[in-house]
């Protein structure tokens, strides 16, 4: 009688085991996020944030996760100086007073066994307005060249930067934003 109530507890911690949450760090070498813009009409111009940090908490039994991504507004990128200043300066991001967007979610919705969006809120300016990131590719495998477990994810949402108080030349610079994040976060060690 002894035997089969053991196994049952030791079957019950490993179960606990598997379904616990798992936080994953992301690697800040492999991951980036994005924006896209209409310029005049006559195109979408492009940008890079680097130096993108944060964490991923995933439980896949339960179907649940967190996100955190914290991204150092000056560490933008358009591939123009000029504009670059510009665009850290009061007009945009203002850099100065504003050095980091943060995008926190506790809502992470998986659809057969996969995460499909990312519900969340945008932190960017002193404003905070909900978010949600559509997931348009995930993969969890261990990393061919370390080993370690890892989530790769890319994932997009659409925002209106005149909510975040970024007007300036609206309507000519549209509106509407794309924001995207390709990101890389091995196991916590």
Do not use: C
């Amino acid at each position: 009688m002894l035997k089969p109530t053991l196994a049952a507890f030791f079957m019950s911690a490993a179960f606990g085991a598997i379904a616990a949450p798992v936080t994953y760090t992301i690697d800040p070498t492999h991951t980036t996020a994005s924006y896209s813009v209409n310029h005049l009409g006559l195109s979408l111009q492009q940008g890079t944030f680097s130096e993108v940090s944060g964490r991923l908490i995933v439980d896949e039994a339960a179907g649940t996760g967190k996100v955190e991504v914290v991204v150092p507004t000056a560490t933008l990128n358009s591939h123009f100086a000029k504009r670059d200043e510009h665009l850290k300066g009061a007009d945009f991001f203002d850099v100065a007073r504003y050095p980091e967007m943060r995008y926190i979610a506790d809502k992470v919705v998986f659809r057969q066994g996969k995460p499909e969006r990312v519900e969340g809120q945008l932190m960017l300016k002193g404003v905070t307005r909900p978010l949600t990131l559509a997931v348009t590719r995930a993969a969890r495998l261990a990393n061919p060249m370390s080993g370690v477990e890892t989530w790769g994810v890319n994932a997009e949402g659409r925002l209106k930067r005149s909510e975040f108080g970024m007007s300036k030349y609206l309507p000519g610079v549209g509106d509407e934003v794309t924001l995207a994040i390709a990101l890389e976060a091995p196991k916590a060690q």
